[in-house]
Every structure is written in structure tokens, then in C-alpha cells.
Nanobody, 132 residues
């Protein structure tokens, strides 16, 4: 029922930038975790970033902190991944994903965020290549 369609991949030189887009549908705008994963050939799938639509809390893998930014446009039902300072090791197939399991803090003083360990719904992927 939840559908995700990625676009925006391409080939760039090291140090360049790309912005990936993911058009989402099928969840009736209820609070959801939207995520980006990536997988290089012969490597394990890696969670990259997440955003919680219930409060726009974001979370990033250490490998991309300071370089990548996840955001969303609610009117367009679209989530973005802005990738700056790309490195050869960032080359991978990038997947948009979703789940409904945010981590809720024990009190109202904490922050709800979305783990990037796994997901229940997946897009088809968009290829990112980085040349040195």
C-alpha cells in the first residue's frame, strides 16, 4: 500500500553534490518514518538518514554527518536527501524506505526519532556514482 519512488541519482566527481527525491504515497499522512538506505556491490545495506513526519526530527549515520541533509516537503509528499562533498565510498544504490516504528522517549522532555536499522517499505532505488 505504501509506495515510494526515488529519482535524482547520477554520476558526479568527488566533492560534488546531488539531491535525491522520493515521492511517497499510501499512508494517509499519518505519522511515519521516512528513510534513506544505500548498498554498494558486495557490501551490506547501510542506513543513511531518517526523518520523522510527526515532528521533523532527523537522524544520520556517522559516515554522512555534516555532509548529507534529509528534509521533506509535506505539500508534495516528497522526502529529499541533499548530498554534498561526495566521496568515492558514497557510491551505491540509494533506496527510499519507510516504517511506522519511531523510538518514543519515556517522557515528554525527550525526542522521538526514527531508527535507521531496517524498514518495512522500499522503493526501487536510484544509482549514485562518484568518480575520483
Amino acid at each position: 500500500q505504501v509506495q515510494l519512488v526515488e529519482s535524482g541519482g547520477g554520476s558526479v566527481q568527488a566533492g560534488g553534490s546531488l539531491r535525491l527525491s522520493c515521492v511517497t504515497s499510501g499512508y494517509n499522512n499519518r505519522p511515519v518514518c521516512l528513510l534513506w538506505f544505500r548498498q554498494a556491490p558486495g557490501e551490506a545495506r547501510e542506513g543513511v538518514a531518517s526523518i520523522y513526519t510527526g515532528g521533523d526530527t532527523t537522524y544520520y549515520a556517522d559516515s554522512v554527518k555534516g555532509r548529507f541533509t534529509i528534509s521533506r516537503d509535506n505539500a508534495k509528499n516528497t522526502v529529499y536527501l541533499q548530498m554534498n562533498g561526495l566521496k568515492p565510498e558514497d557510491a551505491a544504490m540509494y533506496y527510499c524506505a519507510a516504517h511506522f516504528s519511531p523510538r518514543i522517549p519515556p517522557s515528554k522532555y525527550g525526542t522521538t526519532y526514527c531508527p535507521i536499522e531496517n524498514a518495512d517499505y522500499w522503493g526501487q532505488g536510484t544509482q549514485v556514482t562518484v568518480s575520483s
